[in-house]
Every structure is written in structure tokens, then in C-alpha cells.
């Protein structure tokens, strides 16, 4: 470890614990960063002393279960959003903590907008990334009746176009 766990008071190692526990990542990483802040320490060292933490009490860790993703699940998810459903979209986002993943939302019309629908996290011996996501948003937007879309199923891209900008005609047509 960096050293910092034992700058901590003895208090803040069982709430940070007991967060890392629960697998409550960022509300561990939020009580290092603002105990040790006062001593030059950034929120990149705090998740450094967290991710330590999840490696050193390894199994006891309660993850939580992933997000459901098969079709009842997901358009059970959609339906309690405002507005009408104009597509599914599977789009690429990352952090420090979980390195890349998938976010499954749903474009809405009327008003616009869009909701969240599930987070897919890659998983040891699991499907790759991109598939398990892809298969999921393509078998709801089946479900819906309404387009999917993916722009770089294949390759993290938390810069590829959205199912929005693919829509608009272009400049000067």
C-alpha cells in the first residue's frame, strides 16, 4: 500500500471498510480523500488506498449483483421513464475504479431526454463487454420496435457519435 491507510484515524478505517464491505467504492474513496485531504492527498491517491482495501478483504466483499439485462427486466426499466421510447443506445464510459463499461439508456421523445437502464460491467470469465451489451440493447430495442444503436460495439469510444447527432441531416443538405 501507498502508506496512507495508516494516517487514518482508527474510526475512518472501520467506516472505509465497512463501505468496501458493502462494495460502496465511492463513498470509501470519499471518506479517505476528505480525511486525508488536509495532508495534500487527492481524490487519484484515495482510490489507490480503497482498491487496496477491496484487494486485502477479497472474498468477504458483498458485490453487488450486476444489472439485470434480459428484456422483461430492461423494458420494465423503460417504461417508468417519461416520455416515449425513440430507441435504445449502449454507449462506452469509464473511471478509475472500473476501468471501462457499457451504459444502456433510453432515448426519449416527448419530452426528450433519456434514462438509464442498466450499467454492464465486464465479469471474470464473462462475455466480452461490448457483445453482452449489444445483445441486450438489440433484444430490447426488438421488444420496443425501435432502433438500436452502438456506435463502436467492438472498440471503447466514450467519443463515438450519439443515435441524436446520427439522426440530424447534415450540415448543408
Known amino acids: 500500500m501507498n502508506g496512507w ?20 467504492r465511492l463513498t470509501a474513496v470519499k471518506a ?16 489507490q488506498v480503497v482498491r487496496v ?13 450486476p444489472d439485470p439485462l434480459g428484456v422483461s427486466s430492461l423494458a420494465a426499466r423503460a417504461a417508468v421513464h417519461q416520455g416515449r421510447v425513440a430507441a435504445v443506445e449502449a454507449l462506452w464510459d469509464g473511471d478509475t475504479v472500473h476501468d471501462w463499461f457499457v451504459l ?3 432515448v426519449l421523445d416527448d419530452p426528450a431526454g433519456e434514462g438509464h437502464l442498466a450499467t454492464v460491467y465486464q ?15 438489440q433484444a430490447l430495442a426488438n421488444y420496443l420496435g425501435v432502433p438500436f444503436h452502438f456506435a463502436s460495439p467492438d ?7 450519439r443515435w441524436r447527432t446520427a439522426q440530424r441531416p447534415s450540415e448543408g443538405s
Open 123 to 137: 465479469r471474470p470469465g464473462g462475455r466480452p463487454l461490448g457483445t453482452a451489451a449489444a445483445d441486450a440493447g
Open 155 to 161: 472498440i471503447p469510444d466514450d467519443q463515438a457519435p
Open 5 to 24: 491507510w495508516t494516517y487514518l484515524e482508527e474510526q475512518t478505517r472501520r467506516k472505509v471498510d465497512a463501505s468496501v464491505l458493502r462494495d460502496r
Open 53 to 65: 482495501r477491496y484487494e486485502i478483504l477479497g472474498d468477504r466483499v458483498q458485490h453487488r449483483p
Open 32 to 47: 479517505v480523500w476528505e480525511a486525508l485531504r488536509p495532508l495534500g492527498v487527492g481524490l487519484h491517491e484515495a482510490e
Open 104 to 106: 444502456l439508456v433510453a
